[in-house]
């Protein structure tokens, strides 16, 4: 196999460059070829001087991530990297794209480094669960101090080129479209500095105060993560007047543990999970797809409002519909206030709240969609509504256009079949609030085109959205295993559990918040019937008496102004009034494992359930859904992975034992040993 590490002689400088796709990942022949590389520019006499550069997209992106987990092939990167630095020959890294991780912690090896102005460089790996394994913790403090670094590998987030610069990491910046001349350049510049600049021979100036204070201020960000601290305590030992060798040997060992960890392999998973969503199986990756150069809104309500936030920020012209003048005028308003107050916070410039607002036009009349390549309908969810409204859009928009629909439940297929072009329909479905949460399911009709589903996919991607395709099924994929959960939940607190003790299960196990707390943000009065006297559940009860949630002060909860909840004796009564009327058993002490087992098996099985029916894809991909629609905690993995770090066996018997009907899929599993696909 040839390597993927070549050189190239340039005088005296030898550029050793890396060349293999997608992203120059680290893995094993990456690693062999740039050891052989240095070790020819050492022992070569004609070379005063190395440049370590990639091909491609990116500087390296990184370890290889697929090859966590299996036995090590050598050399490891920590030993390539003590090697580069150890050369007595200058060796600088040329950084473009994205210099992440292992390829961060190369580049930190490396006595220079130069890198073009549009180059990111981090350290991610504590997305992953994990650490910079490869000397990173104690070399980024040794050069950019300990806030930085703490910033940085806790965080995970990569900084730009010029702020690495001010901060050391960098040092220097290159033309955009000259790196490999002005690292060679650089490289002949520095060829006779003596000694070398190397990091791991710098001292750290301790900063207890900061990492205390990075502690506190981060400790939310962090709740539930094992990374973050096993990050902060390697940079607290670089702080402390270790030696190089000591912080390495403790980094290693943090390495160790969060990678042999379930966290860490829950990250991984929804890593891979996340890119193989947006794979269709049976659309090929090369399927043309349809121009979108404007798009439709059909409501300019809270999802309307999101939904056209979104293509506005990635500078797609939106033209927004509502039937009022006054409900368009308040929905263009709060999205000019949306972008206003992420200006404030200075995450965008003022001018593109101007480029945004520029791009939108509010109009009263469908036929002024008649030009759009993509209209998405967001308006009340029912079905009769939505037919007709497809059936006039089939009159007005133009031919090729894709019709799609934000319904959160409904038939897709029976929407398209209101139209003379069901291929061209799709269900788009937004999570609230649409220009945040990164989730879309896109909702694939039995008629709906490749083309259309590959031109949505991609789209979802320029948008940032992540995208998962569902089947038409009631609520698809994230709200069909809503449904047991809050049916469980219901079913608990008739039987003695109270909605603080239900919601803090939920919350401990990672969730951002639990059934009722969700059913009192969403509104206890979605699909309630609004007769008052006609009371056949809690809920009814609840709603009958204006207990519609936050927004009426009084939910599962009661909400003071600011709304902060607090346990409500109203509700307490009003369950205790209904299990007497009902004539439920007495309630009884319920354990939290017994919330966990009733809440959180029963979507597994839903889960399974919607596998057996071809209505996912496969579990990864119902794992992204509940990650980035739901905030099910990513060090978990989505539920189907959690499944299988329970043990399929166990949840299996759980669920019998709680009287639930099994998935046939999930209990061929669970026998078997294997796990759900
Ligand atoms: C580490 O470095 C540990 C060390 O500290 C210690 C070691 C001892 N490995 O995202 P994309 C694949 S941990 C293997 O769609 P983009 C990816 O799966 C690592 N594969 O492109 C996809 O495959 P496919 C720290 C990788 O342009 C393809 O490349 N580094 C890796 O949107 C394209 O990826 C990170 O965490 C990898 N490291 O974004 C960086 N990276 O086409 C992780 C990517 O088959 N990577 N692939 O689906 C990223 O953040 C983004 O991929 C990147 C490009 C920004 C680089």
Redesign the pocket.
């Known amino acids: 196999m040839t390597s993927p590490i070549r050189t190239e002689r340039h005088g005296d400088v030898l550029v050793i460059v890396s060349d293999s796709p997608?992203?120059n990942?680290?893995g094993a022949a990456v690693r062999q070829g740039l050891e052989a590389g240095v070790k020819e520019g050492v022992a070569d006499a004609s070379i005063t001087a190395m440049v370590i550069r990639c091909d491609g997209?990116?500087f390296f992106?990184?370890?290889?991530?697929?090859e966590f987990g299996k036995p090590m092939q050598e050399p490891?990167?920590?030993t390539v990297i003590d090697m580069i630095e150890a050369a007595d020959k200058p060796v600088v890294a040329a950084i473009h794209?994205?210099a992440?991780?292992?390829?961060c912690?190369v580049a930190l090896g490396c006595h220079y480094r130069i890198a073009v102005p549009s180059a990111k460089i981090g350290?991610?790996?504590v997305?992953?669960g994990?650490?910079?394994?490869?000397g990173?913790t104690q070399r980024i403090p040794r050069i950019a101090g300990v806030k930085l670094a703490l910033e940085m590998t806790a965080k995970g987030d990569p900084i730009s080129a010029s702020r690495a610069k001010d901060a050391g990491l960098i040092d220097r910046l290159a033309g955009e479209d000259s790196l490999e001349a002005d690292a060679i350049a650089f490289a002949r510049e520095v060829a006779s500095n003596r000694p070398l600049p190397r990091a791991s021979e710098k001292n750290v100036t301790p900063d207890p105060e900061a990492v205390e204070a990075f502690r506190k201020e981060n400790a939310r960000r962090f709740r539930g993560f094992d990374a973050p601290a096993a990050n902060i305590a390697c940079v607290e030992k670089a702080a402390s007047g270790a030696s190089f060798a000591d912080g390495i040997a403790f980094e290693r060992a943090e390495?160790m543990k969060l990678m042999m960890g379930v966290q860490s392999a829950a990250q991984r998973h929804i890593?891979?999970a996340e890119?193989?969503a947006?794979?269709i199986d049976d659309v090929p990756a090369d399927t043309p797809l349809r121009p979108i150069k404007k798009v439709g809104v059909i409501g300019a309500g809270t999802m309307g409002g999101g939904i056209s936030m979104n293509f506005l920020s990635a500078g797609i012209p939106v033209t927004i519909v509502e039937m009022q003048q006054d409900a368009l005028d308040r929905g263009t308003g709060v999205i000019r206030k949306n972008y206003e107050a992420t200006a404030a916070k200075g995450r965008i410039k003022p001018e593109a709240v101007e480029a945004a607002m520029g791009a939108l036009t509010p109009t009263l009349s469908l036929d002024d969609l008649a030009d759009c390549d993509l209209v998405i309908e967001a308006v009340y969810e029912n079905m009769d509504v939505k037919k007709e409204l497809f059936g006039k859009l089939d009159t007005i928009v133009k031919k090729g256009a894709i019709l799609a629909s934000n319904t959160s439940y409904l038939n897709v297929d029976e929407i398209a079949a209101s139209t003379g072009r069901p291929e061209d329909v799709v269900g788009m479905h937004f999570f609230s609030p649409a220009n945040v949460m990164k989730l879309l399911e896109v909702v694939r009709g039995e008629k709906t085109a490749k083309d259309v589903l590959a031109t949505v996919m991609a789209l979802a991607k320029k948008i940032r959205k992540v995208a998962v395709v569902a089947g038409v099924c009631h609520g698809f994929i994230g709200n069909r295993m809503l449904a047991p959960r809050q049916i469980e939940a219901m079913k608990l607190l008739m039987e003695g559990a109270t909605p603080e003790q239900v919601d803090k299960v939920h919350v401990a196990f990672g969730m951002p918040m639990g059934p009722f707390q969700m059913s009192d943000l969403a509104g206890v009065d979605i699909g309630w019937h609004r007769d008052p006297t006609r009371i056949e559940s809690i809920r009814d009860a609840l709603a009958a008496e204006k207990r519609w949630g936050q927004k009426t002060q009084a939910g599962f909860y009661d909400y003071d102004e600011r709304r902060n909840p607090s346990p409500s004796p109203r509700v307490a009564e009003i369950i205790e009034e209904f299990r007497q009327k009902s004539g439920a058993p007495a309630p009884r002490e319920i354990s939290d494992e017994e919330i966990v087992e009733r809440t959180l098996y029963p979507m597994v099985n839903e889960g399974a359930l919607i596998l057996e029916e071809g209505k996912a894809q496969r579990a990864s991909d119902i794992d992204v859904v509940w990650i980035y629609g739901y905030g099910w905690p990513v060090y978990r993995g989505g539920p189907m992975f959690w499944a299988g770090t329970e043990g399929l066996p166990k949840i299996v018997a759980g669920l019998e034992k709680h009287g639930c009907a099994v998935a046939r899929s999930l209990k061929d599993a669970a026998a078997s040993g294997g796990r759900l696909k």
Do not use: N
């Open positions: 997608p992203v990942a680290l997209r990116t992106a990184g370890a290889d991530i697929t490891g990167l920590p794209g994205t992440l991780g292992g390829g912690e350290t991610p790996e997305k992953l994990l650490l910079p394994g490869a990173g390495f890593f891979f890119r193989q947006a794979k």
